[in-house]
């Protein structure tokens, strides 16, 4: 009777804190997939903790989810060496109100988790830890197997690896979406000056199809360039193609369409008013997020 108690307790908080460990484990993996597989790890070493010894269920948690899902970065940055193409994080469809806490929306943007991509996996592991969800020095020590006093220096160091990297200032979603509903006119229209207007003249534009769908080899940098690509598909699929306003990773997003089927996710980085980064994933692995609400939080 006792044990199924504890057993009933143990559930109890994690499902409460369910929300919390996916996005940790989702921020730093850029997956939702092995998200995912994070959180069953989790929850087998959760639900063999004696309860009475845990201080801090939240931080206790998020411990265990960041150290499982640190090893797991490790096998996945070899996954990503023999990745065909450009890889960008899985696109997740987010609730509208995940934009009302800028910290967290900022944190999950395909713009940042690009950033964090260049960090080692220690460094990204101790940045969302601390900068996101405000884990206590020794408790990320406990989690990437480090004394504190190295966990401040690499917190240090990859906050100033992070800001010199991140889009200048807070971008608001006001400007993202009135970036993005220029885009949706030219895919509507085939007007490209409407598109032309809206890009930066340093934009970088990416596409990761996996191997599975036609993508960008590597990344196209200039507006000129970035148009003229965009004008290729436009012309070849015409009528075809349409795109719908939603909310991706915490921030205004286009879901596109071909002949009515699911095509890709586009998202961009604005800063200024211009789309500096534009981001679309094509992978048909990586779309199973967009067509209903992820639940994330802090």
Known sequence: MGDDGGAD?????????????????YEL???AADAEDVLQETWLRWAGVDLSTVRDQRAY???????????????????????????????LLTAPDVADDVELA??????????????TPTERAVFVLRDVFDLAYDEIAAAVDKNPAAVRQIAHRARAHVAARRPRGTVSSAETRAALAAFQRAIETGDLRILFDILAPDVVAMSDGGGVKQSMQRPTVGADKVARLWATGLNRLGAAMSAEPAQVNGYPGLIVRVDGELDGVVAVRVEDGLVTGLYYVRNPDKLSRVERETAVSR
């Open 29 to 31: 993996l850029g997956s």
């Open 106 to 119: 900022d944190s999950l943007s395909m713009a940042m988790l690009l950033v964090l991509e260049t960090l």
């Open 61 to 91: 948690l998020v411990r265990i989810a960041a150290r499982q899902a640190l090893a797991r970065l490790r096998v996945v940055g070899r996954r990503k060496e023999s990745y065909v193409g450009p890889w960008l994080p899985e696109p």
């Open 9 to 25: 307790a143990a559930t109890e908080v994690f499902v409460a804190h369910r929300n919390l460990l996916f996005t940790v484990a």
